[in-house]
């Protein structure tokens, strides 16, 4: 039985007071749901990270980083390594972000590289993976969606994979107040279950956790985690206002 898993991706959101009050809200908020059977996450900008960490400390929520460089230290300027999360207090970080993909232009071969590192840290990754809306259209949404699984996962043990939550968020749906119909992010996520299946075994496949991501809300997050393969969100937006997390982790648990 996969437990259900709520994580916020702040963005470049929030100052030093507002991300510590965020994350106080969700510790709040989340109290009444002790001993519900849900993971939670905040993923704040590097620079709160500690603050946040900090906050979070005494309760369940856990932090999570919006990405992670894959050297181990040395040159490489501007950038943080896995074990420097960890030392944190970091336990997820974000990989390839539709963000960092599209935006940044992170490749396959690189976001693999920090997948790999962020498990060789100690952390837990969590592999986002959504096509376009052009590529949707085209009917590539399969052929887009494989390619950054397999890729992404290259080179990865089953028990390495095991560590891996992945996140599908349809690139038209992030940020837009689009959201995939549960029928069809349901589609996509028993494709990727099916997909992990045959990449390692079924059983993986069964205990891999795949999250939704694309404008989920309090309204539609109970409806998308209803279906058989959603096992959690990835919130954007909605992870910024206190009340609206809390509503979608009470939709979880
Ligand atoms: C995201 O940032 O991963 C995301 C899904 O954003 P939003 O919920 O705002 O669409």
Redesign the pocket.
């Known amino acids: 039985m996969r437990k259900p898993f709520v994580a916020g991706?702040w963005?470049m959101n929030t100052d030093s007071r507002s991300s510590v009050e965020l994350a106080k809200g969700v510790v709040d908020g989340s109290v009444k749901l002790a001993g519900r059977d849900v993971d939670v996450a905040v993923c704040p900008p590097f620079v709160y990270l500690q603050a946040v960490a900090r906050a979070v400390s005494s309760s369940s929520v856990a932090v999570g980083a919006q990405d992670v460089y894959y050297g181990v230290k040395g040159a490489f300027t501007g950038e943080i390594s896995a074990s420097m999360l960890k030392d944190t207090g970091c336990t997820y970080a974000l990989c390839g972000?539709s963000e960092r993909r599209h935006v940044i232009g992170e490749t396959d071969e690189l976001i693999n590289k920090k997948v790999a590192a962020a498990i060789g840290g100690g952390l837990l990754p969590i592999l986002?993976v959504g096509e376009l809306q052009s590529e949707r259209e085209a009917g590539q949404t399969e052929e887009v969606v494989t390619r950054h699984i397999k890729k992404g996962l290259a080179g990865l043990s089953a028990e390495k994979a095991s560590a891996v939550t992945v996140a599908y968020?349809p690139v038209w749906?992030?940020?837009?107040g689009l959201t995939a119909t549960p029928e069809q992010a349901q589609e996509a996520h028993e494709f990727i279950r099916g997909l992990l299946a045959e990449i390692y075994d079924g059983r993986l496949a069964d205990e891999i956790r795949i999250l939704y991501?694309?404008?989920?809300k309090a309204d539609n997050a109970a409806d998308l985690m209803g279906r058989a393969d959603i096992d959690g969100v990835?919130?954007?937006?909605?992870s910024l206002k206190v009340d609206d997390f809390v509503a979608i982790i009470e939709a979880a648990a």
């Open positions: 991706n963005k972000h986002c968020e749906a992030i940020g837009t991501g694309g404008s989920v990835l919130v954007g937006g909605a």
